[in-house]
């Protein structure tokens, strides 16, 4: 992977991540760090889901593929935010 490959993978993540916390109702107390990592992890395990089910080569515009990855990014967050609430 190359630079343009890990540039492309932060701003899909920070994309990802930042709808994901938008899903989640209240708020969220987690760093733009903490979004991207969770960003880029919805959107890889989305798109081997997307791939699973046959969805990966749609033409145009992966919709169901996006509505997977940002569903995961809203699973991910609230599950962070869950568990670093117990921590305090």
């Known amino acids: ?3 343009g490959g890990i540039i492309s993978a932060i701003v899909v993540g920070a994309i990802i991540g930042a709808l ?3 899903v989640v109702r209240g708020r969220q107390n987690i760093s733009i760090l903490v979004t991207i990592i969770i960003g880029i992890v919805a959107a890889l395990i989305g798109t081997w889901i997307a791939s699973l ?3 990966d080569t749609t ?4 919709v169901l593929e996006l509505v997977i ?3 995961l990014a809203a699973l991910l967050v609230s599950l962070y935010v869950g568990s670093a609430g117990r921590r305090r």
Not at 59 to 62: I, K, R, T
């Open 69 to 71: 990855q940002v569903a």
């Open 53 to 55: 089910v046959g969805w």
């Open 59 to 62: 033409p145009g515009v992966d």
């Open 1 to 3: 992977m190359g630079i």
């Open 20 to 22: 994901g916390r938008l």
